[in-house]
């Protein structure tokens, strides 16, 4: 079954900048999403295939990929974005799946 | 706005059967993709099964066999009935609704439904 790998933890002091990676292999020909889930909350969605932001989530959260590591970065990271976050691709190539990275606790220090 | 609600969680000793149900509201369930996604507690999230249009289904292949989503053929409702159920299947339930351009990606998700497998 296809694995999507993520650092457990990413720290980061206020109005600095975070990056959150996801890497897995030929991650370059798949979309990837990305999820923040907060304590107690269910999941929300921060960037959808590859780079596309929803509507209503800051333009601080932006997505990308290079070979076969996508990335997240929050720029002028705020206490409110600690939360963890989850990386996500449709895995087509074998049994059809939806898989989702291990997930990244982003710590505000 | 589109709303999923989750209901039918609790506590069930092993090897027992619960149905999960998720009302759907602000979009017909029977013109999108509907998922259930499960969350251990302490844990990541986990994709558990989908529901295509026109009613093809995909599972986990930890739950594959043991559980079987479906939709209300007249409600905007959908459901995963599970049964056989281990410790391992103690999770936070949610649903969720894949993005119609993909189908990739989880764009709608409800609040949960806790299911505690325990004797």
């Known amino acids: 079954s296809y694995v999507l790998t993520q650092p457990p933890s990413v720290s980061v002091a206020p109005g600095q900048t975070a990056r959150i990676t996801c890497g897995g292999n030929t991650l370059g020909s798949k979309s990837v999403h990305w999820y923040q889930q907060k304590p107690g909350q269910a999941p929300v969605p921060v960037v959808y295939y590859d780079s596309d932001r929803p509507s209503g989530i800051p333009e601080r959260f932006s997505g990308s990929k290079s070979g076969n590591t996508a990335t997240l970065t929050i720029s002028r990271v705020e206490a409110g974005d600690e939360a963890d976050f989850y990386c996500q691709v449709w895995d087509s190539s074998s049994i059809l799946s939806w898989v989702f990275g291990g997930g990244t606790r982003l710590t505000v220090l | 706005e589109v709303q999923l609600v989750e209901s039918g969680g609790g506590l069930i000793q092993p090897g027992g059967s619960l149905r999960l149900s998720c009302v759907v509201s602000g979009l017909t369930v029977r013109n999108n993709y509907m998922t259930w996604v499960r969350q251990a507690p302490g844990k990541g999230l986990e994709w558990v099964s989908a529901l295509y249009i026109g009613d093809v289904a995909f599972y986990a292949e930890s739950v594959k066999g043991r559980f079987t989503i479906s939709r209300h053929k007249f409600e905007n409702t959908v459901y995963l009935q599970m049964s056989s159920l281990t410790a391992e299947d103690t999770a936070m339930y949610y649903c969720?609704?894949?993005?119609?351009?993909?189908?990739?990606?989880?764009?709608?998700w409800g609040q949960g439904t806790m299911v505690t497998v325990s004797s």
């Open positions: 969720a609704r894949l993005d119609s351009a993909g189908p990739g990606a989880f764009d709608t």
